[in-house]
């Protein structure tokens, strides 16, 4: 088991891969260390919005435990 | 009654056209259609590609804004569209339909409509420049 | 350069989507539709059947409004028809269309189209009611 | 030669004719005598915008000169 991010757009293209492997950690250890692994992410991450298990979270000290998935949402840009 | 005709997120061809023909009933005065279309230039620069990225939640929440426009407007139904993947110049990439006994309320639910799908739906823009760099919008 | 692809005063049928044909631009990003259709009711009443009838000056005065419309807004291009004569239910008696770069400039200077051609053009509205009664619209 | 009165719409179902020939006269003069002659227009004509000559006349006492057309044109209603 273990924390599945996702990235898309904008966010997909600095970090280079769909998705990581993550262990259970806060929402923003677990960004922290996506930083580390794909620099790029930093200059993204600030806009970002995120959601967990498809619902918005705005608190990123939560928890992100084992099973979850921690969805990267760069600034929306439909139309 | 307020109602939903019709929202869709697909990756074929959407047509303002179909979505007005959704809507459209006798006992509504007016019709207003929005259609956004891929344009061949952005801030002064020629785009040779495009295409769009959509969230696997977009499809719920597109409906979700479709069902919330129709109840706080008096409208006879609204419909919404907004595709993805590669899109042509010129090919539309979101199409609104509102139908209403009178215009005023066509036209005010049609611009809320195409504002909360901008605000609200998680969808991305891809544009490629014929000077070969590329952006994704809205992320500098 | 804002122009006027289109402005008719006609007993044939008017569509919007021939009109949205004529904005449309590859250099457009938005095209806005407005559709003025007749209904089978009217403050509560049945409408049995509806003609319209329209001043000879009133082609002359709708180029007028298109090219004013034009001047004012960001757009790329207006077009709209007004019907005359005997419409069918759930036929369209005004149509309009506008294509512009942005969105805000089509919807507002399709509202202002249709408003400017209600207030501005000499054309009257006659319906008969299923109860028997008539009356020319705006006359009481 | 004489003024030629058009009615439209409304004002045509109240005057129960398409024109009518008058006499040269100020406007309100030859206003005044048409609803003489067809009553029903009384209730109209306030309502109502004029031309002359296929121009916007506001100020009644202009004179309408023979040869001249004076439209009658009750609130308009397209749309």
Known sequence: MSVTVRFFAAARAAAGVNEISMESASAMQILDKAVALHPKLGQVLPQCSYLLNEVSLRDLSVVVTDGSTLDVLPPFAGG | ?140
């Open chain 2, 1 to 140: 009654m307020s109602n939903v005709s019709g929202a869709f997120v697909t990756t074929d061809l959407i047509s303002v056209s179909d979505l007005a023909a959704q809507v459209r009933s006798d006992s509504a005065g007016a019709v207003v259609t929005f259609s956004g279309d891929v344009r061949d230039n952005d801030h002064g620069r020629e785009v040779l590609s495009l295409s769009y990225e959509a969230h696997p939640s977009a499809q719920a929440l597109l409906e979700k804004v479709a069902r919330e426009v129709a109840a706080k407007f008096d409208v006879v139904s609204v419909a919404v569209a907004h595709r993805h993947g590669d899109i042509a110049i010129g090919e539309a990439a979101l199409v609104a339909a509102v139908s209403a006994k009178h215009r005023k309320a066509a036209f005010d639910a049609c611009v809320a409509l195409v504002d909360e799908v901008k605000a609200q739906i998680p969808i991305w823009k891809h544009q490629v420049f014929k000077d070969g760099t590329d952006e994704w919008v809205n992320c500098a």
